[in-house]
């Protein structure tokens, strides 16, 4: 089983930058796909990015295209999340997961196909 630890959270002002980790360990090679999620107060957990497994194919929502890029380091299995230019309603609990199924497309990616879960990393934007 994939075991996920999210990183790199914190508080920034609008405009700011921060990049997200998500290490990756056990039996890394059972997932399909990797993603990165955000849960705000009293909202539904939202999809922000994937990216397959194998190969680096990319999706992000519309939200976040232009501003975030998503990125793998397979020689540590860690996947990264930069986040540019970052607005108050960025924040959020960010959480990576695994899939087993190919599930990182339009209309695919959602976090109820997604079943392996970190435990997610706060991200605040705030002047």
């Known amino acids: 089983q994939v075991q996920l630890v999210e990183s790199g959270g914190g508080l920034v002002q609008p405009g700011g930058s921060l990049r997200l980790s998500c290490a990756a360990s056990?039996?890394?090679?059972?997932?399909?796909?990797i993603g990165w999620f955000r849960q705000a107060p009293g909202k539904e957990r939202e999809s922000v990015s994937c990216?397959?497994?194998?190969?680096?194919?990319?999706y992000y929502v519309d939200d976040v295209k232009g501003r975030f890029t998503i990125s793998r380091d397979n020689s540590n299995d860690t996947v990264y999340l930069q986040m540019n230019n970052l607005k108050p309603e960025d924040t959020a609990v960010y959480y990576c997961a695994t899939t087993k199924w190919p599930v990182c497309g339009a209309y695919t990616y959602t976090p109820e196909l997604y079943d392996n879960w970190g435990q997610g990393t706060q991200v605040t934007v705030s002047s």
């Open positions: 990216i397959t497994n194998p190969g680096s194919t990319t």
């Open positions: 056990g039996v890394t090679s059972d997932y399909q796909a």
